[in-house]
């Protein structure tokens, strides 16, 4: 097949494995298993593709808006973020679709929203969106009297009905803050393990416009924070199972919440991080350094302290379950943190954490690292030597490939690498009007973005 011409960014990681003891958070490595170097498996089918439908064409996307946050894919449903409703100017439409089908499943909006539900409520256009265990969570904004609330609602996943909304109150103070900054309040959803749904709170005196706040590359000036919390609810009735003052969750891997613990003054990247246990809230493991995580999956995460090409001392992989980084990074060209595929970081989609390192220099020979979910350690998978490869988004698929940016081959693109036996091929034909992969499940894939003619919505071919 031929190769999708994706104009992206990416960092090329140049990494190096290093031996290590088992230690508290951040503080050993252990060596990588380098059986698939030395194995060369037989060449397998890459995985390909076939084109099920172009979502701007259908008008329920608007072409120039889509972005990683404007969508949600799940193999069950693609959940699709408030758009103006098409014949009332004062209504937003949130549209659930069959990724099999391509076809509409339902649309809601708002006023299709129960008062036994949320007594107003409107919903929003950016935020995280979420699909776990038959239920699809929206964004809202309501008010009740004289209280507003940002939250989001839960909806059945197949027919769009509301179910629940889960509510948290604006920070309204009297007055304006520090220099005339004005009180704001972010809530996001964080992701679900098991039928327990999380969500983080956030207020602060701010400046800015908010809308850079989930932006990764965004540079704004720290905020004043007022309150950080993270809540888990009951998927099914939106009961609280448990709050966490102080921690503000971001990610959400196979049993804990990822997050960090923000200062006074902070911007919600470059804190301490820290893990809680998904079910109960509790401390499982915390750092004294300061980071980011720029990569992730259910058991793994890739560490990143700064945008600059300099490693920090703690950059690395680390066991999400338990702080122990299983992996240093090399200084030559270290993995970038990626604005790429935002929408899907939080609910660590990926089957595991993907880096290259240069063996023997930037000339030299290149390997392709994993660290795959429910592997123990990191395993490498000898490239060609003339292949040029960058990593621009974090997906490793279940059955051993992980996407690459090819730097040099003809055609230049997205392909997939052969965890097996390092052979590349193209996941879906080549275009040439900017597509880019904007969202994924482990059998879909969408490519779109804002320069993009047509926003395509893939099956993977069995």
Same mark, same amino acid.
């Given at each position: 097949m031929r190769g999708l011409a994706f104009k992206i960014g990416g960092g090329l990681a140049a990494l190096a494995m290093a031996v290590s003891a088992c230690g508290s958070p951040g503080s050993g490595d252990s060596s990588g298993d380098e059986s698939?170097?030395?194995k060369q498996a037989e060449p397998r089918e890459s995985p390909e593709y076939e084109e099920i439908a172009d979502l701007a064409a259908m008008k329920v996307v608007k072409?120039?808006?889509?972005?990683?946050?404007?969508?949600?894919?799940?193999?069950?449903? =693609?959940l699709i973020q408030a758009r103006p409703h098409p014949e009332v100017n004062y209504l937003s439409v949130v549209t659930g679709i069959d990724p099999a089908t391509g076809k509409v499943k339902w649309e809601i909006d708002e006023e299709d929203l129960p008062p036994s539900v949320v007594e107003s409520g409107v919903f929003m256009s950016r935020g995280r969106l979420l699909v776990s265990n038959g239920m699809a969570y929206v964004p809202l904004s309501s008010s009740a009297g004289t209280e507003s609330t940002y939250g989001f609602v839960a909806l059945d996943s197949e027919t769009g009905e509301a179910k629940w909304v889960a509510q948290h109150p604006v920070w309204e103070p009297k007055g304006s803050g520090p220099g005339g900054r004005s009180a704001r309040t972010v809530v996001d959803i964080v992701g679900a393990v098991g039928d327990t749904v999380v969500y983080s709170a956030h207020s602060y005196w701010s400046?800015?416009? =908010?809308?850079?706040?989930?932006?990764?590359?965004?540079?704004?000036k720290p905020n004043i924070l007022h309150r950080a919390e993270t809540v888990a609810v009951d998927g099914e009735t939106g009961k609280v199972r448990w709050k966490k003052d102080g921690f503000l969750g971001r990610y959400v891997t196979l049993s804990h919440v990822i997050g960090t613990i923000p200062a006074k003054q902070e911007a919600r990247r470059n804190e301490p991080l820290a893990a809680v246990e998904a079910e109960t809230g509790e401390d499982a493991w915390k750092t004294a350094w300061k980071s980011n995580v720029a990569d992730l999956s259910k058991d793994w995460l890739l560490v990143r302290q700064s945008e600059s090409p300099d490693i920090g001392p703690h950059d690395g992989v680390y066991e999400a379950a338990t702080g122990r980084r299983v992996a240093k990074l090399d200084a030559d060209n270290p993995p970038l943190l990626s604005g790429g595929w935002v929408n899907e970081m939080p609910e660590a989609k990926s089957h595991g954490v993907a880096w290259i390192a240069t063996e023997q220099g930037k000339d030299g020979p290149q390997t392709l690292y994993v660290a795959k979910d429910g592997e123990p350690k990191p395993r490498k998978v000898a490239l060609h030597p003339n292949e040029r490869l960058e990593l621009a988004h974090p997906m490793v698929t279940e059955d051993d490939y992980a996407m690459v940016q090819a730097a040099m081959s003809d055609p230049i693109g997205q392909q997939f690498a052969d965890l097996e036996n390092g052979e590349l091929g193209f996941p879906v034909d080549a275009t040439e009007d900017d597509r880019e992969p904007v969202a994924y499940s482990d059998n879909y894939l969408i490519t779109g973005g804002p320069q993009a003619e047509e926003t395509i919505l893939y099956k993977r071919a069995p």
């Amino acid at each position: 097949m031929r190769g999708l011409a994706f104009k992206i960014g990416g960092g090329l990681a140049a990494l190096a494995m290093a031996v290590s003891a088992c230690g508290s958070p951040g503080s050993g490595d252990s060596s990588g298993d380098e059986s698939s170097a030395s194995k060369q498996a037989e060449p397998r089918e890459s995985p390909e593709y076939e084109e099920i439908a172009d979502l701007a064409a259908m008008k329920v996307v608007k072409q120039q808006y889509v972005f990683g946050d404007t969508l949600y894919l799940d193999d069950s449903l =693609l959940l699709i973020q408030a758009r103006p409703h098409p014949e009332v100017n004062y209504l937003s439409v949130v549209t659930g679709i069959d990724p099999a089908t391509g076809k509409v499943k339902w649309e809601i909006d708002e006023e299709d929203l129960p008062p036994s539900v949320v007594e107003s409520g409107v919903f929003m256009s950016r935020g995280r969106l979420l699909v776990s265990n038959g239920m699809a969570y929206v964004p809202l904004s309501s008010s009740a009297g004289t209280e507003s609330t940002y939250g989001f609602v839960a909806l059945d996943s197949e027919t769009g009905e509301a179910k629940w909304v889960a509510q948290h109150p604006v920070w309204e103070p009297k007055g304006s803050g520090p220099g005339g900054r004005s009180a704001r309040t972010v809530v996001d959803i964080v992701g679900a393990v098991g039928d327990t749904v999380v969500y983080s709170a956030h207020s602060y005196w701010s400046d800015g416009d =908010l809308s850079s706040l989930n932006d990764p590359n965004a540079k704004i000036k720290p905020n004043i924070l007022h309150r950080a919390e993270t809540v888990a609810v009951d998927g099914e009735t939106g009961k609280v199972r448990w709050k966490k003052d102080g921690f503000l969750g971001r990610y959400v891997t196979l049993s804990h919440v990822i997050g960090t613990i923000p200062a006074k003054q902070e911007a919600r990247r470059n804190e301490p991080l820290a893990a809680v246990e998904a079910e109960t809230g509790e401390d499982a493991w915390k750092t004294a350094w300061k980071s980011n995580v720029a990569d992730l999956s259910k058991d793994w995460l890739l560490v990143r302290q700064s945008e600059s090409p300099d490693i920090g001392p703690h950059d690395g992989v680390y066991e999400a379950a338990t702080g122990r980084r299983v992996a240093k990074l090399d200084a030559d060209n270290p993995p970038l943190l990626s604005g790429g595929w935002v929408n899907e970081m939080p609910e660590a989609k990926s089957h595991g954490v993907a880096w290259i390192a240069t063996e023997q220099g930037k000339d030299g020979p290149q390997t392709l690292y994993v660290a795959k979910d429910g592997e123990p350690k990191p395993r490498k998978v000898a490239l060609h030597p003339n292949e040029r490869l960058e990593l621009a988004h974090p997906m490793v698929t279940e059955d051993d490939y992980a996407m690459v940016q090819a730097a040099m081959s003809d055609p230049i693109g997205q392909q997939f690498a052969d965890l097996e036996n390092g052979e590349l091929g193209f996941p879906v034909d080549a275009t040439e009007d900017d597509r880019e992969p904007v969202a994924y499940s482990d059998n879909y894939l969408i490519t779109g973005g804002p320069q993009a003619e047509e926003t395509i919505l893939y099956k993977r071919a069995p």
